[in-house]
């Protein structure tokens, strides 16, 4: 039995996604524990997305089970969404609010208490004090990017979930985010999943790596050493070969 | 069910109210423009129908019919802004249940359509002479009635626009067209011929209409119609969040929900 200190942040057990008859997700299971950084990565259409979605529960898996925290994300979502929160380049903020009420408004929704102050320490924390009053429509896409990583933070989740987060960031200001998100779960106990395509981040950032191809995790590691493990000099090269070759990989 | 939650919803749609003209003038806009236009019929119908109060029984109806037709707009408005920013994935990742949001809209469209039926009150008395005095207090569980069945419509239309995708708006907005000539909203459902008066009799509007002729015309009035009409409303209610709650299922299941865009997954 685990404690409550001592529990994954996040248990994925045998998911499975079938569109159809297509699988888009087979027979994935894995952990983050507290404090932990994972890397979900994998070439386009992977499964890396639908794998977020079934744990954000927005989507509904086949079959296996997703909890947050010992909390079933089907049986008790709202208990289990309590206590995430995610971003992801497609799905920015209403551009028709400004960054304040959008931060407002999704403070409410995730029950922040003393809202006003959470939100301006994170405009402040995120370099947003000059758009504060600016409608998230009119924002460049880093600076959109900005707005939806401190509105994953609002709540101080215990599992942050980011689709991509520095995508469409210049690479100070991704730096910087990396910086921001690294001093999350030292400081916190919280857990991340992380997709990238940037192995380099991905190096810097992740604790492990999941390497997913075709819905299914084919490798699982360190992101420092799993090159050298499996005959490769870069994470990058790695990556290409599970992209185009797996099964020319070493067990 | 925590209220706060439902709350975020009325404070995105207050903000969204205050930085656009565009979304206010509707609010009453285009319910002025209706009651302008048949108070001058009804005015017109009393002077050449000499000595029936058309002002009263006509443009009654269609300030309650109009006020139904707000509250269906304010519950399917408020879904379209999630629709138009592309905001389900933001939404429905988020704690917030299926009843707090749709407590949202209903919450939302209460204040919506208040302003409209407030403006259009003002207009009829102002320039024709129609009180809501002459229905007296019974004017408040009529009100009620219809507000929980323009709730029922609105949350129906937000199913459909969630199940077929945003160009099935089409099939929303003719909702209330549909449903007024059964409903007995402008004549007696007497008038209609039979196979018509079963679905009228299913309709709660049918009760509030009739009642409210015969309140105006001063005949007596059944209370008991009244209660039929508001069972039925609530009724409607229950069925239109149960057909939302299957839909939204279905849309999870199909992965619709994260790929709204693609308007239906195949």
């Known amino acids: ?251 | 069910m925590r209220f706060s939650r439902t709350l975020a919803l009325l404070e995105r749609q207050w903000y969204l109210l205050r930085g656009s003209p565009t979304r206010v003038v509707p609010l009453f806009g285009f319910v002025v423009i209706d009651i302008v236009l048949w108070g001058f019929i009804t005015r017109y119908l009393d002077m050449t129908a000499g000595g029936v109060d058309f002002v009263t029984s006509l443009l009654g109806a269609v300030v309650f019919w109009d006020y139904c037709v707000r509250v269906l707009h304010g519950v399917t408005m408020t879904f379209f802004e999630d629709v138009w920013s592309r905001n389900f994935l933001n939404i429905f990742a988020s704690p917030l249940t299926l009843v707090e949001y749709l407590g949202g809209q209903v919450l939302s469209s209460l204040f919506t359509s208040a302003i409209g039926l407030l403006a259009m009150v003002v207009i009829a008395t102002l320039l024709f002479g129609w009180s809501i005095g002459a229905y007296g207090l019974m004017a408040v569980p009529f009100v009620l009635v219809l507000f929980l069945f323009g709730v029922a419509m609105g949350v129906v239309g937000a199913a459909i626009i969630l199940r077929f995708g945003p160009a099935a708006e089409w099939f929303v907005w003719p909702i209330p067209a549909l449903i007024a000539p059964f409903g007995g909203v402008y004549y007696p459902v007497s008038t209609l011929p039979g196979w018509m008066h079963p679905i009228a009799r299913a309709l709660p509007v049918s009760y509030v209409f009739e009642g409210l002729r015969a309140i105006a015309a001063g005949q007596a009035f059944a209370p008991g119609s009244l209660a039929m009409g508001a069972g039925l409303a609530a009724l409607y209610v229950v069925a239109a969040c149960w057909t939302f709650a299957r839909v939204y299922q279905h849309a999870v299941r199909t992965g619709l929900i994260a790929r709204y865009s693609a308007e239906t997954i195949t």
């Not at chain 1, 994925?12 to 507290?34: D, M, N, Q, W």
């Open chain 1, 1 to 251: 039995m685990y404690t409550r200190d001592r529990m994954p942040v996040l248990s994925v057990s045998h998911l499975r996604k079938l569109y159809g008859t297509t699988p888009a997700v087979e027979e994935v299971s894995f952990t983050i524990e507290p404090k932990e950084t994972v890397g979900l990565l994998g070439p386009n259409g992977a499964g890396k997305t639908t794998t977020i979605n079934m744990i954000l529960g927005v989507l509904e898996p086949t079959a296996g089970s997703v909890s947050i925290e010992g909390i079933d994300v089907t049986r008790r979502r709202t208990q289990a969404l309590q206590r995430t929160n995610f971003a992801a380049v497609y799905a920015p903020l209403p551009g028709n609010l400004t960054v304040l009420e959008n931060l407002m408004v999704f403070a409410r929704m995730y029950g922040v208490r003393d809202r006003r102050m959470r939100v301006a320490s994170l405009i402040e924390q995120f370099d947003l004090v000059r758009f504060r009053d600016t409608k998230c429509g009119v924002l460049s896409s880093g600076e959109q990017t900005r707005v939806a990583l401190a509105k994953a933070m609002l709540n101080e989740p215990h599992l942050l979930l980011l689709d991509e987060p520095t995508a469409s960031l210049d690479p100070a200001t991704a730096q910087d985010i990396r910086a921001r998100l690294r001093a999350f779960t030292q400081q916190g106990s919280g857990g991340v999943l992380w997709t990238s395509h940037n192995m380099l981040e991905v190096e810097q950032v992740c604790d492990r790596v999941l390497f997913l191809s075709h819905g299914r995790i084919l490798l699982e590691g360190n992101p420092r050493t799993l090159p050298a493990e499996h005959g490769k000099g870069s994470l990058e090269e790695l990556f290409i070969t599970v992209a185009r070759e797996p099964l020319t990989l070493d067990a």
